[in-house]
Each structure stands twice: as C-alpha cells, then as structure tokens.
C-alpha cells in the first residue's frame, strides 16, 4: 500500500493495478489557461480559473485595491505625506511611487531684460517683473514696488512733521527729515569783493547793470524806439527815456482869421 511507500520530492504514491507506485504529482507547470484565467490546483487536478482582480473590488478613500497573496486587497496609497527628502529635493510621485528629487529653482536660469525667474506649476519660468512704469496714481500718492506688487502709497511730504527749534523739516531720500538750519552761528565771516560794474566791459551799444546781485550787460537805453503822445516828446532823464510835456508855444495852435497866436504870460493866446 502508499501507507508505507514513501516518494521523492515532486511525486506522489498512487495505487497502479494493486501496486503503489510513486507518480508525478499533477502541477500547473505545463498548464496553459486562457486571457483572464490562471492555473489552480483544485482537488489535487489543476484547473483554470478566474484571475482575482480589483475589477468590481471598491476602496475607502486614501487607500487603493492590490492583489496581494492571490487576493485583491485594500492597502494604503502611496504618497508623499510622510515621505521625508534631503536638502534641495523634494518628493514626487513617479510610476506611482513616491521618489526624492532635485527641486526645481532659478538658480541657473537666465531671463531677459525686464523679466525675472520664478517657479510657477514647479517649473522656472521667466516673468514680467512689476513695476511702475505704466502705473497711474492720484494726487498726493505715487507708485511703489511692495512685496513684489506696484502699489500707490503716499508721497512722504513735511505736511505733518514737526521739528525743533533750529531745524526744519526737508524730503531726503524719500523721507521727511530734521535738518539743521542753515545760520551764520558756526560760520567764519569772508571779506569777499561786492559784484560792481567796475571791471566788467560791454560791447556795442549796451552798458552794465547790477541784476540780483550780478553784473549784466544789458542795451543801453535810449529814446530811439519810444513813441510819446502829441504835446510830448522822449527825453533822456537819469539815463532813462521818459515821455515830457514840451513847453507851451505857438507852434501847433491854429487861430481863427483875423487873430494870431501871441504868447501871453507863458501861454500861447490868439488875440
């Protein structure tokens, strides 16, 4: 009988015509099985039967079907929650699987004039940098570049800025400031020659004159384009033209027949 026959690795006993004989086992070695179907040993025959799958198998969130072990099981989706990646990588899924690599930077990107790299949907990209130059503000305000953004912020003005005494307020730098007021208290009095006409020489018909301090060249007046009213004339006075009276006569004045024009008293009287 099997009971005491004993068989080599890969076989089994089995009674052939009333004698035990140690035969191969049956295997799914050279079991071939159709699209979707796989070998099985089932009750000691191999069989074909359907490959388990995730097909109709249904997960909770977080979490993805797997055949594990023969059977479609719900096992954590891989992810980058709690995957750890050393300086200058990060981690990405690649193939499904979480992987460490080189962070994208603009460290070697070189952009045009009036654009910058930035890393936009984790890709260096060259940018429009802001800036003001198409920029409009109001009244009392002017454009800014903050925090990347222009932006219309007030002009700094000394409007309500209070100094102390011997200082006044002035912009400097594009701030309201305390300056010290210019004085004479710290400063060693100069001899320094008065601006005067003296030595300074005018061509062609022009003369100096004093203006604000400074010796100019200016024309020399004189009554040559002056039109005065009838009864005046142009005549220098102080160097400067000016209309006068002229002296009654009897030159312009028209008598009726009969008269004539007589000075009488210094005045011209037909008589």
């Known amino acids: ?15 052939v015509n009333g004698w035990p004989k140690c035969v191969p086992q049956p295997s799914c070695e050279n079991f071939r099985c159709g699209e979707g179907t796989q070998c099985k040993v089932v009750n000691g025959w191999p069989r074909c039967v359907p490959q388990p799958s995730c097909k109709d198998f249904r997960c909770g969130e977080g979490t993805q079907c797997k055949v594990v072990d023969g059977r479609p099981r719900c096992v954590p989706q891989p992810s980058c ?3 750890r990646c050393g300086e200058g990588t990060q981690c990405k899924m690649v193939n499904g699987w979480p992987r460490c690599v080189p962070q994208p930077s603009c460290k070697d990107f070189r952009c045009g004039e009036g654009s910058k790299c930035k890393v936009v949907d984790g890709r260096p990209r060259c940018v429009p940098q802001p800036s003001c130059k198409d920029f409009r503000c109001g009244e009392g305000s002017k454009c800014k570049v903050v925090d990347g953004r222009p932006r219309c912020v007030p002009q700094p003005s000394c409007k309500d800025f209070r100094c102390g005494e011997g200082s006044k307020c002035k912009v400097v730098d594009g701030r309201p400031r305390c300056v010290p ?3 004479c208290k710290d400063f060693r009095p100069r001899c320094v020659p008065q601006p005067s006409c003296q030595n300074f020489p005018c061509k062609g018909p022009s003369r100096c004159h004093l203006v604000a301090g400074r ?22 006075i102080g160097g400067w033209p000016k209309c006068v009276h002229l002296p009654p006569s009897c030159q312009l004045i028209r008598c009726p027949k009969g008269t004539k024009c007589q000075m009488v008293e210094g005045w011209p009287k037909c008589v």
């Open 81 to 83: 929650k709690n995957f």
């Open 215 to 236: 010796p100019k060249c200016l024309p020399t007046p004189s009554c040559q384009r002056i039109n005065c009213q009838e009864g005046t004339s142009c005549q220098m």
């Open 1 to 15: 009988t099997c009971q005491t026959s004993r068989c080599g690795e890969g076989s089994q006993c089995k009674m």
């Open 181 to 183: 007021q210019p004085s």
